[in-house]
Structures are given as structure tokens and as C-alpha cells.
């Protein structure tokens, strides 16, 4: 029984990781989109949101049975439901990159802007790495990847609010460029919300390998964090 939970068990970790890859692609897709201005490769993007959603329930399905028929202990137990909350996230990642595809085909109609573009392609890097680093901790349940992982987060929030000020200022000036600045302000808060569910899939690292339920993400544990940092940078 031991044998076939194990070969079970690492059939399970391999279905997450190819979802797990595939949600990277998919960001890494969005963002090439959103700064090629490639309203054809954002097409691409969300004709294959499916696939993810796809693999979330096949996910779900083969987790359920696992426990059904295997009645596994509580250290196993853990790692599945850490798998099985960990895909979730995995999903609304898929969501987010369409999200980014979206507002990639309306800014494909708009002339650059590279002081707000830059940053957000940052932003964009600093959450792919951020997924990147978080899957491979999952393999070797690394803990102090997960919390590194978690604290990267931060910046992604200090650069989601120093944008979401400038791309406010835009807005109020109005023009022509409105509906840009507008997509703009979508992308930067679906990467905000990325970064989130990132930090979550740290936190089921965390469970899976202690048991421990605890909350990584910088702004939710200190809410002022971002502030003090923010005017201690000025």
C-alpha cells in the first residue's frame, strides 16, 4: 500500500507542476503581449485559459481519489490538501494572465508609454520569478524559498502603488489615451493580485512540510508596510 500511495503521490506532484509550468507560460505570454503590443499572441493567451481550468479539475479529481482509496496519514494527508489548495491559486493565475491578455489587445491600438510600460514590465518579471522560484520549492518542499518568495512580494506592492499614482494622474488629465491608461491600471492590479496568490502557494509549502498554517504576505501581516517604506524611500 506504502509503494502505490508513493508512485500515487508523485503522479499527483507531477500533474501540479505541469499546471504549474503551464500558468508560467501563460504569464510569460500575457506579458509579452502586453509589452509587444501583440494583440495576435494575446489571442493566443486566452484561447488556451481553458487548458488550465482543465487541468485544476482533472487535478481535483485524481487528489479525491487519492485520499478515497489510499486513507493516507497525516503527514500524506497534509501534502495532498496542500497540492489541492495550492492548484486554486494555479488557476486564478491562469485568470489573471487572460486578464493581462485582455488589456493587451486594447492597448495594441495605442502608441506606447514607456515611463509606465517599463515599470510594469518589471513588475511582470519580478512575478514570473516569484512563480518560477515558488514551483521548484514545491518539489523539494524548501520552506526558506518559500519564505523568500513570500517576502519578494513586497516589491511588487511598492510597485503597484508608485504606478497605480502615476496612472491615476494620467487618468484625471483625460485625452485620448484614456482607454490605455485604463488597461494599464487593470494589468498592475492583476499582477498585484498574482503576487498574492504566489505568497498563498508559499504558505502551503509552509503547511505541507510543518503543518504550520501561517500568513507570509508582507502587507497583510504589517498593513502599514508599504507606507513606512514608500516615505522612507522619498
Same mark, same amino acid.
Given at each position: 500500500m506504502g509503494a502505490i500511495f508513493d508512485d500515487e503521490l508523485k503522479r499527483l506532484r507531477s500533474h501540479f507542476m505541469e499546471m504549474g509550468i503551464d500558468a508560467s507560460e501563460q504569464i510569460y505570454q500575457a506579458t509579452k503581449?502586453?509589452?509587444?503590443? &501583440?494583440?495576435? $499572441?494575446? &489571442?493566443?493567451?486566452?484561447n488556451a485559459d481553458m487548458k488550465i481550468n482543465d487541468e485544476e479539475v482533472s487535478l481535483e479529481k485524481q487528489a479525491l481519489k487519492l485520499m478515497a482509496l489510499q486513507n493516507p496519514v497525516a503527514t500524506d494527508f497534509r501534502k495532498i490538501i496542500s497540492i489541492l489548495k495550492a492548484s486554486t491559486d494555479i488557476e486564478r493565475l491562469g485568470d489573471y494572465s487572460t486578464h493581462i491578455a485582455r488589456a493587451a489587445i486594447t492597448l495594441s491600438k495605442f502608441e506606447h508609454h514607456e515611463e509606465i510600460e517599463q515599470p510594469i514590465e518589471q513588475m511582470m518579471m519580478i512575478v514570473r520569478k516569484m512563480l518560477e522560484r515558488i514551483l521548484d520549492a514545491y518539489v523539494y518542499t524548501d520552506e526558506q524559498v518559500a519564505y523568500e518568495v513570500a517576502n519578494d512580494d513586497l516589491k511588487v506592492d511598492l510597485l503597484y502603488v508608485k504606478l497605480q499614482k502615476e496612472i491615476m494622474k494620467a487618468l484625471?488629465?483625460?485625452?485620448? &489615451?484614456?482607454?490605455?491608461?485604463?488597461?494599464? $491600471?487593470?494589468?498592475?492590479?492583476?499582477?498585484?493580485?498574482?503576487?498574492d496568490h504566489i505568497v498563498n502557494l508559499a504558505e502551503w509549502i509552509i503547511y505541507s512540510g510543518s503543518g504550520k498554517l501561517v500568513e507570509l504576505n508582507p502587507g497583510k501581516a504589517d498593513p502599514t508596510l508599504v507606507r513606512r517604506k514608500l516615505t522612507k524611500d522619498k
Open positions: 503581449a502586453f509589452t509587444d503590443h &501583440d494583440a495576435t $499572441l494575446a &489571442d493566443k493567451v486566452l484625471v488629465k483625460g485625452g485620448e &489615451d484614456v482607454k490605455a491608461y485604463e488597461s494599464y $491600471l487593470a494589468v498592475i492590479r492583476n499582477l498585484e493580485r498574482a503576487g
